[in-house]
């Protein structure tokens, strides 16, 4: 439910920041593409470290990407029985979030160029260049968040938060003119079923999932130590999952 409510904040961040870029007439006025992509990056890393460090965030662990919760797992951080509701979670937030951007900023949210954000690739580029830069994008957010969650060192894990939030601003400045700068499946998700622009969702629900897992597979193939928690605060106290079905302590993961 957690994951829920951080996925839905996060897409509703995204589309009201679009559509701000593009309706609002001071903001509009900015100029260029890129220093608009500028300002939504520095929005969404805003909103998205401030996600991470909430209290909820800090009990669910604040993943907020179904590609994030499968590198987890699969670097032995976080439970397998947990990832399927995360998934849904995370991706019901998206269509939710979507649908809170359109309640909150009306009909325009929808419209030409806002499309409820729905991240749209260069015309230039074919599905195999999005695929792939939507992968490298994921694969490069996993392997630092791996290095830095398997350090002995609770200053080092500390910084997650901040490696997280400037990969992701990084990714939508450099990728979003090209691929679109998504690399992240519950991001796409809502605003694409809510635009009918879905002739590509399948590159952008496959492709960071992809990336996610090879990233997490390089991961273990360089490290020898394991992640210390799934939490992408860096601290390993207290889950929301403890109580129940939570994380199963580094020590004693198969």
């Not at 670097?75 to 998934?87: K, L, S, T």
């Amino acid at each position: 439910m957690i994951e829920f409510a951080l996925a839905t904040v996060l897409t509703f961040t995204v589309i009201t920041t679009v559509w701000a870029l593009h309706v609002a007439p001071a903001i509009a006025e900015l100029g260029s593409p890129r220093g608009e992509l500028s300002v939504a990056a520095l929005v969404v890393a805003i909103v998205l470290f401030s996600l991470v460090l909430s209290p909820w965030g800090r009990r669910s662990g604040a993943h907020m990407n179904p590609a994030v919760t499968l590198a987890l797992w699969l670097m032995r951080a976080f439970p397998g029985r947990d990832v399927a509701g995360y998934v849904i979670a995370q991706l019901a937030g998206s269509i939710v979030g979507t649908g809170l951007g359109r309640l909150v900023w009306g009909r325009t949210s929808g419209l030409p160029p806002v499309n409820y954000g729905v991240a749209l690739p260069s015309p230039a580029w074919n599905w195999s260049e999005v695929a792939l830069a939507e992968a490298s994008g994921v694969a490069v957010i996993v392997l630092v968040v791996g290095f830095l969650l398997s350090m002995p060192s609770g200053r080092s894990r500390g910084m997650v938060p901040y490696a997280v939030s400037l990969l992701v601003a990084a990714n939508i400045v450099v990728l979003g003119p090209l691929s679109g700068g998504s690399s992240n499946p519950a991001r796409q998700f809502g605003p694409a079923l809510w635009s009918g622009q879905t002739a590509d969702l399948a590159v952008y629900l496959i492709a960071p999932m992809i990336g996610g897992a090879v990233g997490a597979v390089v991961h273990r193939a360089i490290a020898d130590r394991r992640l210390h928690t799934h939490k992408l605060c860096g601290s390993a106290g207290p889950s929301a999952l403890d109580a129940s079905s939570g994380p199963v302590p580094i020590k004693e993961a198969a």
